[in-house]
């Protein structure tokens, strides 16, 4: 009774998270993906799909994702309280998707792309600010050392 309790506040929490323009936005992105997929796989096997069938998977997998929805915040929750932290960082999201190789692997590609892509926007900021008080970067101070 105490644990169907505690999730029923954690449902009626995360419904009005949720503002219901974005949740229809949603279900349309997944209706509109699953519609793009099962055009893709009638060009390919050369068979049709019916609206009522797209709108079912549709509808299904929209489900499955609310279901993993709920467990992820569940997880990142537990893992959160374990590091004694209130952010959720990238190192989260990879022990959540460990048992996926492919999706670890995804992730960690694009964590480091992202990383890169901050270093390089740094590297920017710097030089910017930089020249604007007529200063050199490191880089141009090691060139100009060089050169004498």
Known sequence: SGDRAGTEVRQSW???ARPAWSLQRLK???HYTVGCLCQEVEEDKDMQFSKQSIA???EITFRQFDN???HVKDWFSIFCRHAKRSTINTEDVKLL?????SLLKYITQKSEELASSNMEQKEKKKKKSSAAKGEKTPREQEAAGTEN
């Open 14 to 16: 995360a419904a009005s």
């Open 28 to 30: 349309a992105a997944v």
């Open 56 to 58: 079912a998977i549709s």
């Open 68 to 70: 993993v929805d709920k």
């Open 97 to 101: 998707a460990r048992r996926s190789s």
